[in-house]
């Protein structure tokens, strides 16, 4: 009686992900999941005052008022201010997978696909800048922690955040750069490879889903995964560059009319000694190689744009 009880509930328990009823998620071994915290900036909920481009119309001398109170005046003294939110960001290590994947022709192309699979999870407490008012009238601004916001200058009561990931991986010494490619007849071969009792989601289904905030009780974190194809055999030295996590940014402009929005971006250092004739994930390190001679070192970090041995940084770009 108990064997056939037994039987019983691992059947049951086998067919709870074509039911698609929940299940908790898999208990990972230590070390298999990098967790990169966020890191939040007050300055960030700050920026100016900018140079003023393209308003050369606005320009004008007042013949009853001060100039200070034209609009170009004033609008040259702003400082912009913005919620800042952020989510924290994990991955499992990078790895390949050989699929079949359908052409025009109707014929399938066995081709490597290099995936990484991530969780992003809603830890709440982000930056709102609040004005404080002192005797004189005058106002200084603080940035308290909040759990709930959500976007730029609003608020929900879920303190839910939708995540619209860019994943771009770029091979540093090549300089050459492959966008996340959403490849479906992957996702499955990954799903079953990784045992993941969660569903992995690809960057377009991630981007429909509202991650709500998590507590230490009650994890709602979701998983997805990245893939890419047609990466360059001979890729030694390389890093994945994230956007989304946060909606953190900064403007350069410049008098003579040149606006451009940086986006602050999650770098993944990797490398990988091996060469272009056995391409297989055991070689994939994550962070920078450590050379003895000094020479060869800082141009291994001139690659990567950076001084100092970092498996990962925050970034504008």
């Known amino acids: 009686m108990i064997r056939q009880l037994s039987c019983t509930t691992v059947a ?36 100016g005052p900018i140079p003023l481009v393209n308003v050369s119309k606005l320009d004008w001398d007042p013949h009853y008022s001060p100039k200070s109170y034209t609009l170009r005046e004033m609008a040259a003294k702003t400082v912009l201010r913005r919620n800042i939110w952020n989510l924290e960001f994990a991955f499992k290590p990078l790895r390949m997978i050989h699929v079949d994947i359908p052409q025009p022709t109707g014929k399938m192309r066995r081709q490597l696909i290099w995936y990484m699979v991530y969780r992003v999870k809603n830890n709440g407490h982000h930056f709102v800048p609040v004005a404080l008012q002192d005797k004189f009238g005058h106002k200084t601004y603080v940035s308290q922690s909040a759990p709930q916001v959500v976007n730029i200058g609003a608020a929900d009561p879920s303190g839910e955040i ?78 994945i560059f994230v956007q989304g996590l946060t909606n953190a940014y900064h403007i350069d402009a410049s008098p003579q009319g040149g606006i451009q929005y940086r986006f602050k971006t999650l770098q993944l250092n990797f490398w990988r000694p091996s060469d272009q004739f056995f391409e297989h994930e055991r070689e994939i390190r994550y962070g920078i190689p450590a050379v003895s001679n000094p020479e060869e070192q800082a141009k291994i970090l001139k690659n990567y744009g950076i001084t100092q041995r970092l498996d990962h940084l925050w970034v504008y770009r």
């Open 162 to 239: 939708r995540f619209f990931p860019q994943f771009v991986f770029e091979t540093l010494e090549r300089g050459k750069s492959y966008p996340d490619r959403v490849i479906p007849v992957a996702i499955p071969l990954i799903e079953q490879r990784e045992a993941s009792s969660a569903k992995l989601l690809s960057t377009v289904e991630i981007s429909r889903v509202s991650i709500p905030v998590s507590t230490p009780n009650s994890d709602r974190s979701v998983w997805g995964v990245a893939t890419w194809e047609a990466i360059d055999p001979e890729t030694d030295f390389f890093s």
């Open 12 to 47: 049951v328990l086998l067919l709870l992900p074509c039911l698609g009823l929940a299940q908790e998620p898999r208990k990972l071994a230590p070390g298999i999941l990098r967790v990169i915290p966020s890191e939040p900036l007050t300055a960030e909920t700050f920026q």
